[in-house]
Protein backbone atom coordinates (compact mmCIF):
# COMPACT_ATOMS: atom_id res chain seq x y z
CA UNK A 1 0.00 0.00 0.00
CA UNK A 2 1.34 3.29 -0.78
CA UNK A 3 1.73 5.87 1.55
CA UNK A 4 0.01 9.54 1.18
CA UNK A 5 1.21 12.38 2.06
CA UNK A 6 -0.61 14.36 4.54
CA UNK A 7 1.30 18.05 3.01
CA UNK A 8 2.92 17.84 -0.05
CA UNK A 9 6.74 19.10 -0.25
CA UNK A 10 7.42 22.66 0.22
CA UNK A 11 8.25 24.54 -3.35
CA UNK A 12 9.37 27.51 -2.42
CA UNK A 13 11.46 28.44 -5.74
CA UNK A 14 8.26 27.38 -7.86
CA UNK A 15 6.02 29.45 -5.28
CA UNK A 16 9.02 32.60 -5.80
CA UNK A 17 9.17 32.45 -9.44
CA UNK A 18 6.71 30.18 -11.07
CA UNK A 19 6.59 27.60 -12.83
CA UNK A 20 7.14 28.84 -16.14
CA UNK A 21 10.15 30.04 -15.07
CA UNK A 22 11.30 25.76 -14.67
CA UNK A 23 9.26 25.15 -18.10
CA UNK A 24 11.15 27.83 -19.99
CA UNK A 25 14.69 27.24 -19.02
CA UNK A 26 17.62 26.64 -22.05
CA UNK A 27 17.56 23.23 -22.27
CA UNK A 28 21.37 23.48 -23.36
CA UNK A 29 24.78 24.00 -21.18
CA UNK A 30 24.79 27.29 -18.96
CA UNK A 31 25.71 28.95 -15.78
CA UNK A 32 22.99 29.85 -13.23
CA UNK A 33 23.54 32.40 -10.38
CA UNK A 34 21.48 32.31 -7.36
CA UNK A 35 20.22 36.08 -5.59
CA UNK A 36 18.45 37.05 -2.70
CA UNK A 37 16.24 39.81 -2.08
CA UNK A 38 19.37 42.53 -1.90
CA UNK A 39 20.59 40.83 -5.36
CA UNK A 40 23.60 39.45 -3.72
CA UNK A 41 24.66 36.18 -5.70
CA UNK A 42 24.12 33.41 -2.86
CA UNK A 43 25.22 30.29 -5.72
CA UNK A 44 26.81 29.92 -8.91
CA UNK A 45 26.49 26.61 -10.63
CA UNK A 46 26.84 24.94 -14.41
CA UNK A 47 24.29 22.64 -15.87
CA UNK A 48 25.17 20.41 -18.93
CA UNK A 49 21.26 21.21 -19.49
CA UNK A 50 20.34 24.49 -17.24
CA UNK A 51 16.37 22.80 -17.64
CA UNK A 52 17.33 19.43 -16.62
CA UNK A 53 19.22 20.92 -13.34
CA UNK A 54 17.27 23.61 -12.16
CA UNK A 55 14.16 21.14 -12.42
CA UNK A 56 16.14 19.54 -9.22
CA UNK A 57 15.66 22.74 -7.48
CA UNK A 58 11.63 22.84 -7.23
CA UNK A 59 11.42 20.68 -4.31
CA UNK A 60 12.41 21.06 -1.15
CA UNK A 61 11.91 18.17 1.11
CA UNK A 62 13.47 18.68 4.10
CA UNK A 63 13.37 14.79 4.89
CA UNK A 64 16.15 14.59 1.92
CA UNK A 65 18.01 17.75 1.71
CA UNK A 66 20.92 18.77 3.82
CA UNK A 67 20.26 21.96 5.35
CA UNK A 68 22.42 23.84 3.73
CA UNK A 69 20.30 22.94 0.53
CA UNK A 70 17.49 23.83 2.22
CA UNK A 71 19.21 27.10 3.65
CA UNK A 72 19.50 28.49 0.11
CA UNK A 73 16.43 27.54 -1.38
CA UNK A 74 14.54 29.79 1.44
CA UNK A 75 16.83 32.55 0.61
CA UNK A 76 16.63 32.88 -3.45
CA UNK A 77 14.77 35.59 -4.63
CA UNK A 78 16.07 35.05 -8.43
CA UNK A 79 17.42 32.96 -10.63
CA UNK A 80 19.71 34.81 -13.33
CA UNK A 81 20.95 32.08 -16.46
CA UNK A 82 23.56 32.69 -18.70
CA UNK A 83 23.76 30.14 -21.81
CA UNK A 84 27.19 29.29 -22.63
CA UNK A 85 28.37 27.12 -26.10
CA UNK A 86 28.73 23.98 -24.97
CA UNK A 87 29.48 22.33 -21.36
CA UNK A 88 33.19 23.32 -21.84
CA UNK A 89 32.45 26.64 -21.86
CA UNK A 90 29.75 26.99 -19.22
CA UNK A 91 32.64 24.90 -16.91
CA UNK A 92 35.45 27.98 -17.46
CA UNK A 93 32.88 30.67 -16.67
CA UNK A 94 31.54 28.83 -13.50
CA UNK A 95 35.08 29.12 -12.63
CA UNK A 96 35.51 32.68 -13.54
CA UNK A 97 32.66 33.82 -11.62
CA UNK A 98 33.20 31.57 -8.50
CA UNK A 99 36.91 33.35 -8.43
CA UNK A 100 35.13 36.86 -9.22
CA UNK A 101 31.99 36.47 -6.63
CA UNK A 102 32.50 33.90 -4.18
CA UNK A 103 29.41 33.18 -3.34
CA UNK A 104 28.66 32.28 0.11
CA UNK A 105 26.88 29.32 -0.54
CA UNK A 106 29.77 27.64 -2.72
CA UNK A 107 32.99 26.12 -1.34
CA UNK A 108 34.73 24.45 -4.31
CA UNK A 109 36.48 26.94 -6.69
CA UNK A 110 36.11 30.32 -5.11
CA UNK A 111 39.84 31.04 -4.40
CA UNK A 112 42.18 30.05 -6.67
CA UNK A 113 44.43 27.09 -6.60
CA UNK A 114 45.07 24.14 -8.86
CA UNK A 115 41.86 22.80 -10.81
CA UNK A 116 41.86 19.05 -11.17
CA UNK A 117 39.49 16.82 -13.30
CA UNK A 118 38.95 13.03 -13.01
CA UNK A 119 38.85 11.88 -16.67
CA UNK A 120 38.53 8.34 -18.37
CA UNK A 121 38.60 7.22 -21.32
CA UNK A 122 38.14 3.53 -23.08
CA UNK A 123 41.60 2.63 -25.00
CA UNK A 124 43.12 -0.09 -26.88
CA UNK A 125 44.60 -0.99 -23.69
CA UNK A 126 41.99 -0.79 -21.42
CA UNK A 127 39.99 1.47 -19.55
CA UNK A 128 42.09 5.09 -18.79
CA UNK A 129 41.62 6.83 -15.56
CA UNK A 130 43.67 10.21 -14.98
CA UNK A 131 44.00 13.74 -12.77
CA UNK A 132 44.34 16.24 -14.99
CA UNK A 133 45.12 19.67 -14.80
CA UNK A 134 43.25 20.44 -18.23
CA UNK A 135 40.29 19.24 -20.20
CA UNK A 136 42.05 17.17 -23.04
CA UNK A 137 40.29 16.09 -26.29
CA UNK A 138 39.01 12.12 -26.52
CA UNK A 139 38.71 12.09 -22.70
CA UNK A 140 35.39 12.42 -20.20
CA UNK A 141 36.19 14.80 -17.44
CA UNK A 142 34.46 16.03 -14.43
CA UNK A 143 36.14 18.78 -12.73
CA UNK A 144 37.13 20.92 -11.46
CA UNK A 145 37.40 19.29 -7.79
CA UNK A 146 40.78 20.90 -6.79
CA UNK A 147 42.68 18.04 -4.71
CA UNK A 148 39.89 16.19 -4.08
CA UNK A 149 39.79 14.59 -7.57
CA UNK A 150 43.15 12.60 -6.46
CA UNK A 151 41.13 10.12 -3.59
CA UNK A 152 37.80 10.16 -5.83
CA UNK A 153 40.11 8.64 -8.59
CA UNK A 154 41.90 6.63 -6.19
CA UNK A 155 38.44 4.87 -5.44
CA UNK A 156 37.31 4.65 -8.80
CA UNK A 157 40.28 2.69 -9.57
CA UNK A 158 40.10 0.02 -6.52
CA UNK A 159 36.23 -0.49 -7.84
CA UNK A 160 36.66 -0.15 -11.24
CA UNK A 161 39.84 -3.17 -10.95
CA UNK A 162 37.85 -5.65 -8.99
CA UNK A 163 34.77 -5.35 -11.14
CA UNK A 164 36.96 -5.90 -14.43
CA UNK A 165 39.23 -8.41 -12.28
CA UNK A 166 36.57 -10.19 -9.86
CA UNK A 167 38.64 -13.30 -9.28
CA UNK A 168 42.17 -11.55 -8.91
CA UNK A 169 40.40 -8.64 -6.20
CA UNK A 170 42.46 -6.38 -4.24
CA UNK A 171 44.73 -8.74 -3.75
CA UNK A 172 45.89 -9.00 -7.28
CA UNK A 173 46.21 -5.19 -7.91
CA UNK A 174 49.29 -3.75 -8.99
CA UNK A 175 51.60 -2.53 -6.13
CA UNK A 176 50.90 0.49 -4.56
CA UNK A 177 47.42 1.08 -6.48
CA UNK A 178 45.43 0.49 -3.69
CA UNK A 179 46.99 3.31 -1.23
CA UNK A 180 46.40 5.65 -4.35
CA UNK A 181 49.84 5.68 -5.96
CA UNK A 182 48.77 5.62 -9.66
CA UNK A 183 50.88 8.80 -11.12
CA UNK A 184 48.65 11.01 -13.46
CA UNK A 185 46.91 7.95 -15.56
CA UNK A 186 46.36 4.57 -14.42
CA UNK A 187 45.02 1.47 -17.15
CA UNK A 188 43.32 -1.23 -16.34
CA UNK A 189 43.92 -3.50 -18.74
CA UNK A 190 40.82 -6.54 -19.45
CA UNK A 191 41.59 -10.09 -18.64
CA UNK A 192 42.06 -11.93 -21.89
CA UNK A 193 39.32 -14.60 -20.60
CA UNK A 194 36.17 -12.82 -21.27
CA UNK A 195 36.95 -9.40 -21.13
CA UNK A 196 34.28 -7.17 -20.33
CA UNK A 197 32.41 -4.72 -22.23
CA UNK A 198 34.65 -1.58 -20.78
CA UNK A 199 32.25 1.08 -22.45
CA UNK A 200 29.87 0.40 -20.06
CA UNK A 201 31.37 1.57 -16.76
CA UNK A 202 32.64 4.29 -18.79
CA UNK A 203 29.30 5.35 -19.91
CA UNK A 204 28.18 4.68 -15.89
CA UNK A 205 30.61 7.08 -14.83
CA UNK A 206 28.84 9.60 -16.98
CA UNK A 207 25.48 9.27 -15.13
CA UNK A 208 27.96 8.79 -11.93
CA UNK A 209 29.12 12.60 -12.23
CA UNK A 210 25.86 13.79 -13.65
CA UNK A 211 24.55 12.74 -10.05
CA UNK A 212 23.23 9.36 -10.66
CA UNK A 213 25.81 6.38 -9.01
CA UNK A 214 23.32 3.74 -8.65
CA UNK A 215 23.82 2.33 -12.05
CA UNK A 216 27.12 2.43 -11.11
CA UNK A 217 27.40 0.49 -7.71
CA UNK A 218 24.93 -1.91 -9.28
CA UNK A 219 27.31 -2.67 -11.84
CA UNK A 220 30.27 -3.03 -9.57
CA UNK A 221 28.23 -5.16 -6.61
CA UNK A 222 27.25 -7.64 -9.54
CA UNK A 223 30.90 -7.89 -11.26
CA UNK A 224 32.12 -8.46 -7.65
CA UNK A 225 29.64 -10.64 -6.51
CA UNK A 226 31.98 -13.12 -6.23
CA UNK A 227 33.94 -11.52 -3.24
CA UNK A 228 34.50 -13.72 0.10
CA UNK A 229 36.95 -11.46 1.85
CA UNK A 230 35.24 -9.50 4.64
CA UNK A 231 37.81 -6.44 4.08
CA UNK A 232 37.19 -7.01 0.40
CA UNK A 233 33.61 -6.40 0.71
CA UNK A 234 33.97 -3.94 3.45
CA UNK A 235 36.55 -1.86 1.10
CA UNK A 236 34.55 -2.16 -2.13
CA UNK A 237 31.06 -0.92 0.73
CA UNK A 238 33.10 1.88 2.04
CA UNK A 239 34.47 3.27 -1.20
CA UNK A 240 30.82 2.87 -3.02
CA UNK A 241 29.19 5.31 -0.40
CA UNK A 242 31.71 7.38 -0.69
CA UNK A 243 30.75 7.99 -4.57
CA UNK A 244 27.14 7.74 -4.03
CA UNK A 245 27.25 10.77 -1.22
CA UNK A 246 29.71 12.46 -3.90
CA UNK A 247 26.86 11.87 -6.51
CA UNK A 248 24.34 13.16 -3.85
CA UNK A 249 26.68 16.49 -3.77
CA UNK A 250 27.24 16.71 -7.63
CA UNK A 251 23.67 16.88 -8.08
CA UNK A 252 22.79 19.63 -6.11
CA UNK A 253 26.04 20.93 -6.46
CA UNK A 254 26.54 22.03 -2.65
CA UNK A 255 28.17 20.88 0.19
CA UNK A 256 27.90 20.81 3.89
CA UNK A 257 31.75 21.07 4.32
Known amino acids: MTQMLLFPDPRPLVERLGPDFFRRAPEGPGVYLMRDAADDVLYVG ?3 SLRKRLASYRVAN ?3 LRRRHLRLLRSVARIELEECGDETAALERESELLRELRPRFNRAGTWP ?3 RFVAWRTSDRGLDLAVSVAVEPGWYFHGPL ?9 ALARLCWCAIHP ?20 TIAPPEALPPDLEEPARLMR ?9 FATWVRERTSVLECP ?3 ASREADLEGLIEFAERA ?3 LSDG
Open 46 to 48: KAK
Open 62 to 64: PDR
Open 113 to 115: GVR
Open 146 to 154: GGGAIPLRA
Open 167 to 186: RRGLAGMPEGWFRGRLGQVV
Open 207 to 215: ALFAGDAEP
Open 231 to 233: FEV
Open 251 to 253: AGK
